[in-house]
């Protein structure tokens, strides 16, 4: 798979060894994070990497910040992504078995290198159910984008 990999400044001691277990893994990556502690805005590197999800220069995103909260909030008010929270192995290939995740947040603060592996491990391993039940609730989280964005553009 083609993975697309960023980072803020927080999650750039977790970045290079994300980067090579990927590598190691077989993914292509697709680097969307600064190589430096220079603070940067974590929306901004949010967007980039998962931008290249919905456009199909990447399968899968993969973020790193201090804590994973704030790309996993940014990610999922980006329409077309659905982000899990990375830092269990189970919750990692369950956001994508269940809820057709296409992108992963990970603290850098939280969870060390080998956790961080068998996390990855499990999310790029893991493939949606793609069962009845599983495919009617990731529409119903399609349809909760449209309809805040039309209500967005209702006020505005």
Known sequence: MRIALGNDHAGLTLKEHVRQVLRRL??????FGPDTDT?????????????????????????????????????????????????????????????????????????????A????????GATFDNDADTVRRVAKLRDLELRSARELAEHI
């Open 26 to 31: 077989g993914h292509q990556v697709v680097d």
């Open 39 to 115: 603070p940067v805005d974590f929306p901004d590197i949010t967007f980039a990497t998962c931008d290249a999800v919905r456009s199909g220069e990447a399968d899968r995103a993969v973020l790193v910040c201090g804590t994973g909260a704030g790309a996993l909030m940014a990610a999922n008010k980006i329409a077309g992504i659905r982000c899990g929270l990375g830092h269990d192995v189970y919750s990692a290939h369950q956001a994508v078995e269940h809820d057709d995740a296409n992108a992963l947040a990970m603290g850098a603060w939280l969870i060390g290198p080998a956790m």
């Open 117 to 124: 592996t068998e996390v990855l491990e499990s999310f790029l």
